[in-house]
């Protein structure tokens, strides 16, 4: 009679145990620069994503599963993005929340296709990344094209006659949304007359600077990272040239002013609307305030791109990458931090925006009266 007892409560136990263990922690990762010159962007990614799994986790998980989130850094090298997606396809992960840098998304977009991984990217903008993209890929953000397309028609709209140069920084970002900028500006009329490459981290673009000055260049479109940008703005004032700065979405960062100082004054770039306006935003928003965090930038578009990875495993009952992407590039609307999102069957957003931002007193705002 023991004996049975015994067994009884063996077999209870073991059951219990089992059922316990089908309900399995969900692994998803986060991968961005954390580290180098672009961490502040970096640093928006993991907060982004932190606040949204705990969110997630608080309002029950993902189909009674806890999210357990991973962050990689890739410092925006392609080669260690490789890197670090392979030691995320060893981790189990089944969804990752980037990378930043579209020349880092790219290749790991092929590592994580490899792996059974979906990958949805808050900020890589070349159209590359969908277009020669396998099953696996989708973006919270437009695409250069779009965006190339508003700065190159304010360049040959507001700039004709005059000089233009095309400055980038020969990264897959930089090189093609300044490539899309100049290919929007000349089908439009106006033809640069300075096109230059530069090479990324370095403190001195003083020759540059002063070859610009010298051909009297009104306006200077900078396709690149922030820290390079602000250098360079910030170069041309000591020398005197008074030429306009434009550049794209990467500048959205108040770390621009802290590196240009008041040179920034009046520097413009294109971005989508404001997402930290965006009534949907409103709460979470308020959330990272008090934690005293200001949720600029990417935040909001790392957060964005985990609530539509849980929406699809939860509207196909699934935590099988194909399945969910499959859900997600069918045009089905999901709810976000950033209001309601529909991707195209290769994972471009549909009806990407773009708008003028402006720098003034350390700080940048969306300018309604740029067009």
């Not at 005059?162 to 033809?191: E, F, Q, R």
């Not at 000055?213 to 360079?232: C, F, Q, R, S, T």
């Not at 170069?235 to 700065?245: F, I, N, T």
């Amino acid at each position: 009679m023991k004996k049975l007892v015994l067994t009884g409560i063996a077999f209870s136990f073991a059951a219990a145990l089992s059922a316990s263990s089908a309900l399995a922690d969900i692994t998803i990762a986060t991968v961005g620069p954390i580290t180098g010159q672009l961490a502040a962007l970096g640093e928006q990614y993991k907060r982004g994503a932190e606040m949204a799994v705990a969110d997630i986790n608080a309002a029950g998980g993902v189909n009674g599963e806890k999210l357990v989130l991973e962050i990689g850094d890739d410092a925006c090298d392609p080669k260690q993005a490789v890197a670090v997606a392979n030691q995320m396809a060893s981790k189990k992960v089944k969804f990752v929340a980037g990378h930043l840098c579209s020349g880092s998304s790219i290749p790991a977009s092929k590592v994580y296709a490899e792996e059974g991984i979906l990958q949805i990217t808050p900020a890589s903008t070349n159209p590359k990344f969908t277009d020669e993209g396998d099953w696996n890929v989708a973006r919270v953000c437009g695409r250069d094209d779009a965006q190339g397309l508003v700065a190159g028609n304010f360049l040959a709209k507001h700039y004709a006659g005059k000089k233009v140069a095309i400055i980038d920084d020969k990264s897959a970002y930089g090189k093609g949304l300044a490539d899309a900028t100049k290919a929007a500006m000349n089908a439009a009329g106006l033809k640069e007359v300075m096109a230059e490459s530069i090479n990324p981290g370095e403190k001195d673009y003083s020759a540059l600077v002063s070859k610009m000055k010298d051909a009297g260049i009104d306006a200077v479109y900078m396709g690149g990272y922030h820290p390079e940008g602000a250098l360079i703005l910030k170069q041309l004032r000591e020398q005197g040239s008074q030429a306009q700065m434009l550049s794209g979405d990467s500048m959205n960062n108040k770390e621009f002013w802290t590196i240009a100082g008041d040179a920034a004054k009046g520097m413009i770039f294109t971005f989508a609307p404001e997402p930290r306006a965006i009534p949907e935003a409103k709460d979470i928003v308020a959330k990272f305030k008090a934690a005293g965090f200001d949720p600029e930038g990417y935040t909001l578009y790392t957060y964005a791109a985990i609530q539509m990875y849980a929406q699809g495993a939860t509207a196909t009952k699934s935590t099988d990458s194909k399945t969910i992407a499959t859900w997600l590039r069918a045009g089905n609307e999901m709810k976000t931090v950033l209001g309601p999102i529909k991707l195209d069957k290769k994972g471009d957003l549909i009806g990407a925006k773009y708008v003028w931002y402006k720098f003034d007193n350390g700080n940048y705002a969306e300018d309604d009266s740029i067009n």
